[in-house]
């Protein structure tokens, strides 16, 4: 288990990219810390999931 937004999440093993895509984010719109460090977009795709670890996903939204 792994918090997301602090909530508890079954995620581990998964890679941030293929929970984001199956979570409904737009990976280009969100930043995302991990055990309080930014995660930089192009690591995503490889950035594995891991049993206690704490994410914060951030969603930017346009407007005016």
């Known amino acids: 288990m ?3 937004n602090g909530e508890p ?3 581990a093993g998964q890679t941030l990219a ?3 895509a199956a979570a409904g984010y737009a990976a280009e719109r969100v930043a995302v810390e ?3 460090e930014i995660v930089p977009k192009a690591q995503y ?3 594995v999931l891991q049993d206690g ?3 914060e996903i951030v969603s930017f ?3 005016g």
């Open 9 to 11: 999440q079954a995620a």
């Open 34 to 36: 991990r055990n309080g």
């Open 53 to 55: 670890d704490s994410l």
């Open 61 to 63: 939204v346009g407007g």
């Open 45 to 47: 795709a490889a950035c």
């Open 2 to 4: 792994l918090k997301i």
């Open 18 to 20: 293929a929970y984001l």
